[in-house]
């Protein structure tokens, strides 16, 4: 396909944009909560907020550019191959005020010929299944090189047994996609559409696999930009968990656990049989395989470590009740259940409304937690269970060890401005910097026009509403269409009444203004 061949991509589907995306996975909060449930001791960097972290293949370097937003004292190195995305990610950071980030435009080999400083963390996402062996091999000799004793590096990648079932459906599209002729977005409408009209037919592979019919429905409200990035690479290989481990063994990386921490509870997804038959395998990387198997898992977010530390169990104990939380939702907002990728999970009413009640006061340790009489009745272990399923739901978030300092603060403010600035316009960053949670925390447009209102001391509705208007959008409410500007400025004035009594609060106690 002529989008993908030669060239300077690599084989990487070139002419389309990524998707531009936050991923809070390796922010250094939350890293050094997975770490600590799996006992290891996080790298001090971490907790002192004076790491060095890269972004190898950031798209849009939007993860990056947010948590340099949330973090100045540490430091941050992306890069990317695409300069659209690189040039798009320097004008934020300077727009933003960013002197501790550095966007690049390398291939992987141009940037491993670089020197620079020992990384305390190194992020691969969506990169590892998407690139060549020469690739894969080029970044564990970078990691071997730069990666700091104690560092750690996050990878994901589509995982074996799970993607299998979905093989087929790649082909379809890639093969439709090079028959086809046009501009690559309307190709790729094309091609699933063409899957939609087979599936429709039943039978062979689209009725013997669980999902498939459903996989292809949920495509129809993909971007271009994802489908293109997420199927059409040249390169798109399905990895058994231990054929990861054997690979990044080569720069001294071992598995630390799953970097979301709800994926570490086994319990959540095996029986207690099943947890047992994965026991018995004496390699660890063997024995996460078998629960991939048990579980037909499809996609991995892993975190390893070079030369880390074991905690004890008491060190462990300390460090999980030294750690902070805060609530990203309104405490009334916290449901009695969700629904995860294990089904649907009850949550007990005598730990999670005592729990939401005091972090509605504001971030907390566990141990300050647990000090509380209706949590300390619960237990060390429930409590902590509890933030686990709420910090991998994305209704808490771990947060910095120390309050919000001006640097800080002034930094975000900083970075947050320029964000805002652009949502003026219909595509900007989803995302603000979170200065508690060094870490950045998702709004909606209209939320970011009500900031930027603020900001600005202009009437939240009518700003919304101008730049809305000039995009020719319109709002709706219980089925009904807003259409005059009465309508819509009316509707606009009763979100901002509600943002006001219910989101504004939360954001501000992140350090969100």
């Given at each position: 396909m002529g989008d993908r061949a030669g060239g300077w991509t690599d084989g990487y589907v070139g002419g389309i944009d990524y998707i531009r995306a936050f991923y809070r996975d390796w922010s250094p909060a939350l890293l050094s909560f997975a770490l600590t449930l799996r006992g290891w001791r996080p790298p001090d960097a971490l907790r002192d907020g004076?790491?060095?972290?890269?972004?190898?293949?950031?798209g849009h370097g939007l993860t990056s550019a947010v948590l340099a937003g949330a973090n100045p004292q540490a430091r941050f190195e992306a890069m990317d191959f695409n300069p659209a995305h690189i040039a798009g990610v320097?004008?934020?950071?300077?727009?933003?005020?960013?002197?501790?980030?550095?966007f690049l435009e390398d291939s992987f080999a141009e940037h491993a010929r670089r020197d620079g400083p020992p990384l305390d963390v190194a992020a691969l996402h969506g990169v590892w299944s998407w690139v060549s062996a020469e690739n894969r091999a080029i970044l564990v000799d970078l990691l071997r090189r730069r990666l700091a004793p104690g560092g750690i590096a996050f990878?994901?990648?589509?995982?074996?047994?799970?993607?299998?079932?979905?093989?087929?459906?790649?082909?379809l599209l890639v093969e439709r996609c090079a028959e086809e002729s046009g501009p690559l977005p309307e190709r790729i409408e094309r091609a699933v559409a063409f899957a939609a009209r087979l599936a429709a037919l039943g039978g062979g592979w689209f009725a013997g696999v669980e999902g498939v019919v459903e996989r292809i429905?949920?495509?129809r409200g993909k971007s271009a930009n994802y489908i293109a990035h997420e199927y059409l690479n040249r390169d798109w290989t399905a990895f058994y968990h231990a054929?990861?481990?054997?690979?990044?063994?080569?720069?001294?990386?071992?598995?630390?656990?799953?970097?979301?921490?709800?994926?570490?509870?086994?319990?959540l997804t095996l029986s207690p049989a099943a947890q047992a038959l994965a026991a018995e395998a004496g390699d660890p990387a063997q024995a996460e395989t078998l629960r991939d198997m048990l579980t037909n898992r499809s996609f991995r977010r892993d975190l390893f470590i070079k030369g880390g530390e074991r905690l004890s169990v008491a060190e462990r104990r300390q460090a999980l009740r030294a750690s902070r939380f805060a609530l990203l939702v309104p405490a009334d907002d916290l449901p009695e259940s969700a629904s995860t990728p294990v089904g649907r999970l009850p949550f007990p009413r005598a730990v999670h409304?005592?729990?939401?009640?005091?972090?509605?006061?504001?971030?907390?340790s566990v141990g300050a937690l647990?000090?509380?009489?209706?949590?300390?009745?619960?237990?060390?272990?429930?409590?902590?269970?509890?933030?686990?399923?709420?910090?991998?739901l994305g209704l808490v978030a771990p947060a910095l060890a120390e309050d919000v300092t001006g640097d800080r603060q002034a930094q975000a403010d900083r970075f947050n401005a320029a964000v805002l600035e652009r949502h003026r316009f219909d595509d900007a960053p989803g995302h603000l910097a979170a200065p508690l949670l060094g870490s950045g925390v998702a709004v909606s447009r209209i939320e970011a026009l009500f900031l930027l209102a603020a900001r600005r001391a202009e009437d939240p509705a009518e700003r919304a509403w101008t730049h809305l208007s000039a995009d020719g959008a319109r709002l709706g409410r219980d089925g009904h269409c807003c259409e005059s500007a009465e309508e819509n400025l009316a509707e606009?004035?009763?979100?901002?009444?509600?943002f006001t009594a219910r989101r504004l609060p939360v954001l501000t106690q992140l350090g969100v203004r």
């Open positions: 004076r790491f060095t972290m890269a972004e190898l293949g950031c320097r004008r934020l950071a300077g727009d933003g005020g960013l002197t501790n980030a550095l990878v994901s990648y589509n995982a074996l047994p799970g993607t299998l079932a979905h093989m087929p459906l790649r082909r429905d949920s495509l054929d990861v481990v054997r690979e990044l063994s080569a720069a001294k990386l071992e598995f630390a656990g799953a970097a979301v921490p709800m994926e570490q509870l086994d319990d409304g005592p729990l939401a009640e005091a972090l509605a006061d504001g971030p907390q647990l000090a509380r009489p209706a949590l300390a009745a619960q237990g060390d272990d429930a409590v902590v269970r509890a933030l686990v399923l709420l910090t991998s606009l004035r009763r979100r901002h009444a509600a």
